[in-house]
Every structure is written in structure tokens, then in C-alpha cells.
Nanobody, 115 residues
Framework: QVQLVESGGGLVQPGGSLRLSCAASRSIFSIYIMGWYRQAPGKQREWVAGFSTGGSANTLDSVKGRFTVSRDHAKNTMYLQMNSLKPDDTAVYYC?????????WGQGTQVTVSS
């Protein structure tokens, strides 16, 4: 069993920045695929960024250059640095850990980009 806890969301003006954190209950990065997802009102949940078990990072094309995913193995924590935020980035952001048929989600953190 894996527990994931996201934090760092909030209200920010367009052009602003936020850093989201996803803390895992144990050391899983080497055996679980980790990802950040988001779900805007009325839209399907979409993958935003993440890591393979080998450590390769990738981000959604539409956020490349603005969002950066990173992780700290010692803290069992994955981060999503979000810069130059736009109103379209408004969503609930979730982290997910998956390994074969097993997947675990955090509770989500709300990000609202508005003036």
C-alpha cells in the first residue's frame, strides 16, 4: 500500500508560479512509475508530467518550458514546479504511483489561476 499526499496548490495570478509536492509514504520511486495529472472542471483528467522507474522525466508538450518535474529520493517526494501560469492551468492536480495493475492516487490539490 502506498499513500500519496499532495500540497502546494492555491490561488495565483496569471504569470505567477507554484510548486506542488507529492509525498509518498515510503520509498517507491525506483519501482513505481510516478506522474502528475490534472483535471479541470468539465474535462477529463490528463497526464501532465512524470518519471519512469528508470528516472526519465517527461512533460506534456503544452506545458514544456513552463512546468518542471523533479523528485527527492531522500524525502520520497516528487515536485511540480509551475511557472508562467495561465488561467487554462486551473485544475485539481493529482499525483499517481503505478506498478503493473496497482495504482495509487493522492487526494489532489487545487490550483486556481485568476486575476
Amino acid at each position: 500500500q502506498v499513500q500519496l499526499v499532495e500540497s502546494g496548490g492555491g490561488l495565483v495570478q496569471p504569470g505567477g508560479s507554484l510548486r506542488l509536492s507529492c509525498a509518498a509514504s515510503r520509498s517507491i520511486f525506483s519501482i513505481y512509475i510516478m506522474g502528475w495529472y490534472r483535471q479541470a472542471p468539465g474535462k477529463q483528467r490528463e497526464w501532465v508530467a512524470g518519471f519512469s522507474t528508470g528516472g526519465s522525466a517527461n512533460t506534456l508538450d503544452s506545458v514544456k518550458g513552463r512546468f518542471t518535474v523533479s523528485r527527492d529520493h531522500a524525502k520520497n517526494t516528487m515536485y511540480l514546479q509551475m511557472n508562467s501560469l495561465k488561467p487554462d492551468d486551473t485544475a485539481v492536480y493529482y499525483c499517481k504511483a503505478s506498478r503493473g495493475p496497482d495504482e495509487y492516487w493522492g487526494q489532489g490539490t487545487q490550483v486556481t489561476v485568476s486575476s
